[in-house]
């Protein structure tokens, strides 16, 4: 079950990472692509991860919204 675990918390860290750093070089961030972090993000915390990825999660949300 931890392994299970950990190993879920990996590829949520990795989801999170890769579109959080995406949304951060381009400057903005989409309403769909926000809920799509907010997403990851939660599960992710509900599972004991934290550091890299609330910093890039807390970046990315503070980053302006852009028009679709």
């Known amino acids: 079950n931890k392994a299970i675990k950990d190993g879920l918390l990996a590829i949520l860290h990795d989801r999170l990472y890769q579109a959080c750093t995406h949304y ?31 910093e890039l999660y807390t970046r990315a949300k503070a980053l302006p919204i852009r028009e679709e």
């Open 24 to 54: 951060i070089e381009i400057g903005n961030i989409d309403l769909p692509g926000l809920k799509n972090i907010e997403y990851l993000y939660k599960s992710y915390h509900a599972l004991g991860g934290n550091g890299t990825g609330t």
